[in-house]
């Protein structure tokens, strides 16, 4: 019993980690600056679930124990969602509602992008950002392309990560611009 508490205490400690450096990265300037990401609440959120789509079809590739790890990386992103409406004064009726509504959107998202990235057509990962961030009102400003070029690198270096490093906790995001 005492081994299993330790065994998910750990599990959320390595989630905790990954998570923070997923954030970190969404929070980059080059997508808000550069590319036309809108410097906003819905944007970042977009940011960190594009990142977090990444890492989880990372995980998915590793079995059991990486499905559990991407079970405790989503725990970690809902847990991070509610403490952020809470701080942002959400209604305590209205948190878990809109919680439920970002999940959603990370499931939309990780359908989408896993399909572009699956895809062998050129410019799908491209079309995919473009569709799932159109309701920021981006338009001409998002520099799509750029972003699936980014995206691409991100999914091969994840990619080419030895498992245990990722099971660790640790994601190889490369250089952002090319």
């Not at 959120?45 to 991407?70: K, Q, S, Y």
């Not at 405790?72 to 809109?98: Q, S």
């Amino acid at each position: 019993m005492l081994a299993r508490l330790k065994t998910r205490t750990a599990r959320r400690r390595t989630a905790r980690s990954l998570y923070g450096s997923i954030v970190a990265r969404a929070r980059a300037p080059v997508f808000y600056a550069d590319w036309g990401v809108p410097d906003t609440v819905q944007g970042r959120f977009e940011m960190i679930a594009l990142h977090l789509v990444l890492v989880l079809r990372r995980l998915a590739a590793e079995g059991r124990a990486g499905e559990r790890l991407a079970r405790a990386l989503t725990e970690e992103f809902v847990v991070d969602l509610d403490d952020a409406m809470r701080e942002m004064t959400f209604g305590d009726l209205a948190v878990p509602r809109e919680v439920k509504r970002a999940a959603a959107a990370l499931f939309d998202r990780h359908q989408a992008y896993g399909a572009a990235l699956d895809s062998p057509a050129a410019g799908d990962t491209a079309a995919a950002i473009r569709a799932q961030l159109s309701y920021l009102g981006c338009g001409e400003a998002l520099d799509a392309n750029a972003m699936a070029a980014y995206v691409g690198r991100c999914a091969s270096a994840l990619a080419a990560e030895p498992a245990d490093v990722v099971l660790a906790g640790r994601a190889a995001w490369p250089p952002i611009a090319a």
